[in-house]
């Protein structure tokens, strides 16, 4: 990982950085975004709908949810800590927990899945 400084407004901001195969995943804290070129046609993946990801690289100490749980809006899904701070992470959508590729104790990558959320429209 390595990071970079943003400014705005007068303000900087060190940012994590991390290269993958699928892009550059770009993490503050409470959020992250993969930046990668567009693809078109039948090769176009596009980050997983309903996935909540880490914000940074961390260690998972609480899930609050299960597989096929509902859960609403801002329910706690995970709590990930990281630079001896906690960030909970919710949901960003009500919504049925589809999967889980994590566990309570693990180590994680700046921009790791961590909860996905099923496709409200399947």
């Known amino acids: 990982m390595s990071f970079i400084w943003f ?5 900087r901001t060190r940012l994590a950085m991390v290269r993958t195969g699928e892009g550059v995943w ?7 975004r993969r930046f990668a070129p567009e693809r078109t046609g039948a090769t176009a993946r596009g980050p ?25 809006e801002d329910d706690l899904l995970v709590i990930l800590e990281a630079m001896k701070m906690e ?15 994590c566990r309570e104790g693990d180590l994680v ?14």
């Open 26 to 32: 770009i993490g503050w804290p409470g959020g992250a």
């Open 109 to 122: 990558d700046l921009g790791a899945t961590l909860v996905r959320l099923a496709d409200p429209d399947a």
């Open 48 to 72: 997983a709908r309903g996935a909540v990801r880490a914000p940074m690289t961390g260690r998972i100490v609480r899930i609050a949810v299960g597989v096929n749980d509902a859960v609403a």
């Open 7 to 11: 400014e705005h407004e007068g303000k």
């Open 87 to 101: 960030y909970r992470l919710t949901a960003p959508r009500a919504g049925t927990i589809e999967a889980i590729p």
